[in-house]
């Protein structure tokens, strides 16, 4: 998910803390209107997560 934040942070100029609401929002999103990808969506993003600690 880093490289998620530091591309919409270099191609979008949002600050890190404004591109991880963005993508927060977009899953949250992804989750609401197609709810039968939402365990793979929740895996991609604690994925991510698990590779910046």
Do not use: H, W
């Not at 609401?32 to 993003?45: N, R, S, T, W, Y």
Request: aromatic share 6%; glycine share 10%; hydrophobic share 45%.
């Amino acid at each position: 998910m880093n490289e998620l934040i530091q591309r919409l942070t270099a191609e979008a100029g949002l600050t890190p803390e404004q591109a991880q609401k963005a993508v927060a929002t977009i899953a949250g999103f992804v989750k609401e209107k197609f709810p039968m990808l939402g365990g793979a969506v929740d895996q991609i993003f604690s994925a991510g997560a698990k590779e910046e600690e």
